[in-house]
């Protein structure tokens, strides 16, 4: 028997544990949150994720699907929204919308020198029934 093999690329895999890691702390705050309430079950949970996040949106779909079994989360519809990324640029005094973070300025094509939205990754809501 030798080892299965493993197509993946590392980088991969980290990318999937750091999403991971996502879900469940996602988990944990719905648990706290609903400590107090009688049977809970969550209904509806709308996520935020920026673009400029780091966060990989389908590999989250997929963690959080497979995390929230046996939990609060279980039968939940989880909606993630993505917050568009906008940059500023110190040189030209102008933000400018980022699709990832390494979009230069569009006047200057210098890096951004401040990233001014895009960056969250948060719980909008919650419904629990
Ligand atoms: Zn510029």
Known sequence: ?????????????????????????????????????????????????GDLSGVDTEALSTCLHIASRNTLLQEAHVRILRQPGTGWCAHCRKEFPMEDILTPCPECFQPASELREGREMQIDSIVVE
């Open 1 to 49: 028997m030798g080892r299965l093999p493993d197509r993946r690329p590392a980088t991969e895999n980290l990318l999937t544990m750091h999403e991971l890691s996502i879900a469940l702390n996602i988990i944990d705050i719905i648990d706290e949150t609903c400590r107090n309430e009688k049977d809970p079950a969550v209904r509806e949970i709308v996520i935020r994720v």
